[in-house]
């Protein structure tokens, strides 16, 4: 069942204008309470037809982190301009990761579709779960999406993180 959402929510992404929708997606995230609150966030580096993110890193009002992959893992980084591609072709950041990763008070999640509980489906390797899952701390979780790839049920299963946020280009839903 997630392997036929994966491949649905992939053929549906690639006809979504993610530039127009990506801006809107961004302005409901600035307007969440929580976001104003938050000083350290975690945000995944978009690349192809995810929710772009690029633009979020130049608010200095924010310290923000990158994922980056090491092993079955991911590690925090603080954000930096020098970025290598890791074996997904995607832009992780060249500097060390922190040690305290009680610090980040709010981690943006990337996802291919989501549903109206909070859960997601991701690429299927499973990162961001068990990320989630190793915290000791329990910052504010924020799944970024396409309105249209909200469905009512991704059919979670015992290994599935929860989301608090899902932020779409109409609307925040509050899990």
């Not at 970024?144 to 839903?173: C, G, R």
């Amino acid at each position: 069942m997630k392997n036929e959402l994966r491949k649905t929510a992939k053929e549906l992404r690639a006809k979504i204008n993610c530039p127009e929708k990506s801006i809107a997606i961004k302005n409901n995230l600035y307007k969440l309470q929580k976001f104003k609150e938050a000083k350290n966030i975690l945000c995944y580096s978009s690349f192809g037809s995810e929710v772009q993110t690029a633009n979020y890193f130049s608010d200095k009002t924010k310290n923000w982190y990158l994922p980056k992959i090491e092993g079955e893992n991911i590690k925090v980084c603080p954000f930096c301009d020098e970025f290598e591609l890791n074996k997904f072709g995607i832009k992780e950041p060249c500097k060390n990761s922190i040690e305290n990763v009680e610090i980040i008070d709010m981690i943006i999640i990337p996802a291919l579709c989501a549903d109206k509980s909070g859960y997601r489906i991701g690429y299927g390797k499973g990162y961001y779960d068990r990320f989630l899952k190793s915290l000791k701390h329990n910052p504010i979780k924020v799944i970024l999406e396409y309105d249209e790839l909200v469905y009512n049920s991704v059919y979670p299963d015992e290994y599935d993180e929860k989301a608090d946020y899902i932020i779409t280009d109409k609307k925040i839903y509050k899990i």
